[in-house]
């Protein structure tokens, strides 16, 4: 099955029409409690649609209402690690765009490459660099989605990174803006790799996002990045770093990051 397909599956279990799709990255799940919850589908009911196998990522869809505003939550995405091919990496964005959703936000936990970001900062991604993984959009086009060669000069929408930040200053919230590069994946990066990402621009590297965000502008759909910054990755040659580190730094500074959704939530639907 195809993301129409998909869509059209899910519309025959629901009539709920989100509004907004946010996707719920590593230990930011949060959120997910501050839903008036309409319906909830589970990846492993829908045909051909790929499950989430990390720790964390529960593999569902939410719908329901964040103060009022109709939402759709991706609670537990799948990473091309996982050894699905990035086609199948991008369908649940996709699908959420086809059920409705005109903006949809993208988080994740991410390393920091600058070292002005600490462990618990909250980066508004400003841009990214996506050479080191394959392109969703490589195959045939799908001219119902999109052109065959999109513009990636403005994949984060300015006027709801604005809404973010004056949020944020409102909240007395710290949020930088920075460059997001994702790499494969599954191993964290070595010392040499973390300085090789840094000389490229980047601010955070992580394993998902850049993906989906392509896909996304591709389609049209307005694209707003937020990164958690959970480790060091630059200058890390004497840090050990887990998944349970991650998720437990992600938990603490995700209550933070709820806070600015939601707030900024109810901006962007006026």
Do not use: W
Not at 15 to 32: A, N, Q
Not at 155 to 183: C, F, S
């Amino acid at each position: 099955m195809d993301a129409f397909e998909i869509a059209d599956k899910v519309k025959s279990m629901t009539d709920f029409t989100p509004k907004i799709g946010i996707v719920l990255g590593s230990g930011l799940e949060g959120l997910s409690r501050e839903i008036e919850v309409v319906d909830r589908i589970s990846y492993d009911s829908l045909p051909d649609f790929p499950k989430s196998t990390v720790a964390g990522h529960k593999g569902e869809y939410i719908f329901g209402y964040i103060d009022s505003v109709p939402v759709v939550l991706m609670n537990g995405r799948v990473h091309y690690y996982e050894g699905y091919p990035m086609s199948a990496v991008v369908t649940p964005v996709k699908v959420m765009a086809l059920l409705g959703a005109k903006t949809i936000i993208l988080t994740n936990a991410s390393g920091s490459l600058n070292r002005d970001f600490g462990p618990g900062t909250l980066m508004c991604i400003s841009d990214h660099i996506s050479m080191l993984v394959p392109s969703p959009l490589i195959g045939p086009n799908d001219d119902r989605l999109g052109t065959r060669f999109p513009e990636m000069s403005q994949v984060y929408n300015k006027e709801l990174r604005a809404l973010l930040h004056e949020t944020a200053d409102e909240e007395g919230i710290r949020l930088v803006d920075g460059v997001y590069i994702q790499v494969t994946g599954p191993s964290y990066e070595s010392p040499a790799e973390s300085r090789m990402l840094a000389g490229f621009g980047a601010d955070a590297v992580g394993m998902s996002t850049v993906c989906e965000a392509m896909v996304l502008n591709y389609m049209g759909v307005k694209v707003l990045g937020i990164s958690c910054i959970t480790d060091m990755a630059i200058d890390n040659e004497d840090i050990q770093v887990t998944h349970e580190e991650v998720q437990k730094v992600a938990a603490e500074a995700g209550k933070d990051m709820v806070r600015l959704i939601k707030k900024t939530l109810v901006k962007i639907n006026k």
